[in-house]
């Protein structure tokens, strides 16, 4: 029998699918992987090449050249124009996609990805992210800003050369607005932080825990909606990622580094979404929101039923996939 | 500049990416199709095959032959067996996975998609639909029934063979809890129905309609999630599906197959997932809702910005793609 699990987050309802369940082993790629080379000569991210994108935003350099660096998204999503004032007819509202959206170049090589980069260079990363961050949030017409990673055409991206992307949205959508309003009521019920505390209890039941550092809970959530889905957690209570510390930044990058190794050699080089949860800018001050990182590989399809209900249908046991990920040893 | 397209049935806002817009042609496959053959010895849903399937629940048969017919699902999401008692600790709300979960194999040959099918047949097959609808309905367990189709692996099937899925749950959830809403307040404020009046302006603005029969119109709504998405709304309104009248059964037959051939012929066979959007059985008879069929074709990938904020990017114009729909001519 299969088993119905909530997410007090969304109070979504999971489907966790004993019967079609499969082992953590059986998510391994089918398909052999092509080589990945350091340098090609037509990708508009591989050094030497800066001309193929629009001017750079942000750099981080060493010995003279670029290491890291964030340029406007060729072709942006939202772009900083228009204002955005709603026009209607009936039930037709709309208004201009202003915003903003960059790419963060993570590296001047074609095939180094996170799992392979030195601990310094992850930490300089997230840095860009946060400083990105920061740069967005000074526009005051921004109210939501999306730091995300999509690694592999399953994931949605036809870019090799790895990169994350930040759009800042001038809209709270629905889909965030609802999960902080949850937070909220509970905020208003208890008088504490609905995440922090399942991140509590997350480790006081201890079954779903992949990692445990000074800094941050690495989990596979009670009602995790994909296989394998895993969430980062800082342990200090802040709502919003924009006020990230060092100290987590450094720990953040050694975390980070891991979990997506594990995934590497286990899964054998899945495609995965990362996702950065963070509360509304206007809400960065209140305390009921705790900003979290979610790491989503791609291993199986949203289908019609997910798309008609938005119930998930999970293929996997989080209790068996944290313990795979926490046993597995890189060696 | 992008537009920014609010959905009136969810409040969903949706980026119609002009900057980065496909033309319709854009999407047709890269890749050479396998041919199908008519029976596959190993299939489970293949004439002769029937003994590797659980037993058959209903049945449509000519000549002393099966033509369509409705088995359990040998990896059930759902199974009636257990209570729908809540259990928990903390955080980790649970319950048994009661419910039920078919499948309709929808003809004998292996390779008989619906576009291909007699008019009679695919009347037949939606009557099936409603069988089943009416038999999953008699539970009093059963709060929500989704009929659905996952066509391709992009779409989520492994399973060539051409088949329906439905699916019984006992929870009503957030998702379509939350359409209902907007639908009731809409209700509440004006006396009518939201989707129903939405369908009216559509047909009075006239620019994304691909086509108006007696019983059904075909758009591509205002704020479509996806491109090429499209929606079959019944011109009477209905909440619940399981209401379907023959008269309208046998329109809805030629509208579906005319929308999945010009899909066939103008896209090159592209996966996609059919969903019956149906009202709660419970609701069945407030006339808050109207019952439609939404067909996805998944031309394109769901990534980390969409996973991360609820917002869909659509790279096409609905406008450009329903005019393309309606003029594609089938010859």
Redesign the interface.
């Known amino acids: ?6 997410d ?1 987050t ?4 999971i ?6 369940a499969k082992r953590p082993d059986d998510f391994k790629r089918k398909t052999a992987q092509v080589k990945v080379p350091a340098h090609d000569p037509k990708c508009p991210f591989c050094i030497g090449n800066e001309s193929l994108t629009p001017e750079t935003t942000a750099v981080f350099s060493e010995d003279g050249a670029w290491k890291i660096r964030a340029v406007p998204n060729k ?5 900083p ?2 204002d955005m004032v709603r026009t209607e ?10 915003g903003r959206h960059e790419i963060i170049v993570e590296t001047p090589l074609h095939n180094e990805i996170i799992p392979f980069m030195a601990d310094g260079h992850v930490e300089n990363l997230i840095k860009m992210y946060r400083d990105r961050y920061a740069a967005f949030r000074k526009d005051p017409k921004v109210k ?1 800003i ?1 730091i ?3 690694y592999g ?5 036809s870019l090799e050369h790895p990169h994350t ?1 930040i ?1 800042a ?3 709270v ?4 607005r609802r999960k902080y309003e949850v937070a909220t009521q509970y905020y208003d019920n208890t008088g504490r932080s609905l995440h922090f ?2 991140q509590q ?1 997350e480790l ?2 201890g079954k779903r825990i992949v990692a445990s550092t000074k800094h941050f809970t690495v989990i596979h959530p ?1 009602a995790s909606h994909y296989p394998f889905e895993t969430w980062i957690m800082p342990k200090e209570h802040k709502p919003s990622f924009g006020h990230i510390t060092e100290a987590e930044i450094t720990d953040l990058a050694r975390v980070l580094k891991e979990v997506l190794m594990k995934m590497y050699l286990s899964l054998d080089n899945p495609d995965y ?5 963070t509360a509304p800018v206007d809400d960065e001050h209140k305390s009921y929101y705790l900003w979290h990182l ?1 790491i ?1 590989p ?1 291993l ?6 997910e ?5 998930f ?1 999970n293929v996997t046991i989080p209790e068996e996939t944290a313990a795979f990920m926490k046993d597995f040893r890189i060696v």
Chains 1, 2 share one sequence.
């Open positions: 029998m299969s088993e119905l699990r909530q007090a969304t109070y979504d309802w489907i966790i699918a004993k019967e079609r072709f942006p999503a939202l772009t124009e228009g007819w009936k039930f037709f509202r709309k208004t201009h996609g202003y939501v999306i995300f990673k999509n055409s399953e994931a949605g991206t992307q759009v949205s001038p809209i959508p629905p889909y965030i505390d399942i209890a006081e039941d009670f979404n990362v996702v950065v949860n979610q989503i791609r199986t399809q949203v289908a019609g039923f798309l008609g209900s938005g119930m249908i």
